[in-house]
């Protein structure tokens, strides 16, 4: 009987390749770029999402890599992807072969002559803020082809992923280099509808009762009652969303209590689609830009920097122009 090859049967790597032709030695690059991703962003769904695919494919790949090789290189842990130490060694390595080829294919890119500008943006910053003003972004920069992304994964500059990136951290821990942004107020918000069906909460205690809206996990909502002072006796209600903008969303329409900044909320709170609960001041985190290392001195980035920072500053005072 004639075997019959599967599309999942890849040979195993020969076992003396000095004299193998280097496409024979190479596993399918495929496979070795949706290991990287994994390894990477710890998770073979944000794997998935990063580089566009489904997270089955993902899984497929590493999978095939493994036997390709003949060695385990991830498990399954309970926080997600877990490299094996051979693992470890074998993504080291990758990574820094994808970094040289993907700095060797940027230096050979001709650049456009009104410039670029890519902009990887933490979710909520990028779809609330920076959205509704890209066409004055456009006339700042004269043109420059600009690319937005909204994620709160970290690009890699050595891969050439972005120009610059926003993020948000506690001022302690904001990356070597970053240049600081905003430090925001943080407060509590729900929409009007929501108000109208169950009232508002009497106090921060019926408040930590009540159904909220949580970005990933509860760690800041527990943060937030913590700075006000309010102990939590109790583990707190609502669902768990991706990132700031999805829970933003699901607060206008009526879903839950949401925590949200000035620079997010400030059209929806003058309109009166959503309300303030409560009198604080709390700082939680820090707005951040990062830039890449090539591109530090380039006259386009600093065009960037003094756009955003006038434009943040213009925002918490009322006079942003869109």
């Known amino acids: ?37 994994a390894g990477r962003t710890g998770s073979m769904r944000r794997a998935a999402e990063d580089i566009g695919v489904s997270h089955t494919v993902i899984s497929r790949h590493v999978r095939n890599l493994e036997h390709w090789l003949g060695r385990t290189l991830v498990r399954a842990g309970p926080r997600g992807v877990e490299l094996t130490a051979e693992g ?19 230096e050979l890119r001709p650049t456009h002559k009104r410039g670029q500008l890519r902009i990887w943006c933490i979710a909520g910053l990028a779809t609330r803020w920076l ?82 809206l949580h970005e990933g996990n509860q760690m800041q909502w527990t943060n937030w009652f913590e700075a006000v002072g309010e102990p939590l006796s109790h583990r707190l209600l609502g669902p768990r969303l991706s990132d700031a903008s999805i829970s933003y969303d699901a607060a206008l329409a009526g879903q839950g209590i949401a925590l949200v900044n000035g620079l997010m909320a400030a059209d929806e709170l003058a309109s009166g689609r959503l309300v303030e609960l409560f009198d604080t001041n709390v700082e939680l985190g820090t707005y951040y830009l990062l830039t890449a290392p090539n591109r530090s001195g380039d006259p386009l980035i600093g065009v960037f920097k003094d756009w955003i920072a006038d434009n943040i500053r213009r925002s918490t005072t009322g006079d942003a122009a869109h």
């Open 1 to 37: 009987m004639v075997h019959q090859k599967h599309h999942w049967d890849f040979p195993m790597a020969p076992k003396s390749a000095g004299t193998t032709p280097l496409a024979h030695r190479l596993p399918p690059l495929v496979m070795v770029r949706a290991f990287e991703a």
């Open 88 to 106: 470890e060694s074998f993504l080291a390595t990758v990574s820094r072969a994808l970094g040289a080829i993907a700095h060797a294919a940027h």
């Open 131 to 212: 959205t509704p003003r890209l066409s004055a972004l456009e006339r700042a920069l004269e043109g420059a082809d600009i690319e937005l992304r909204a994620t709160d994964a970290k690009p890699d500059f050595a891969r050439a992923e972005a120009d610059v990136s926003i993020g948000f951290n506690v001022l302690e821990r904001l990356p070597e280099g970053a240049m600081r942004l905003i430090r925001p107020r943080m407060f509590p918000v729900a929409g009007r509808d929501w108000l109208d069906q169950h009232g508002m909460p009497a106090d921060l205690a019926e408040l930590a009762r009540s159904p909220l």
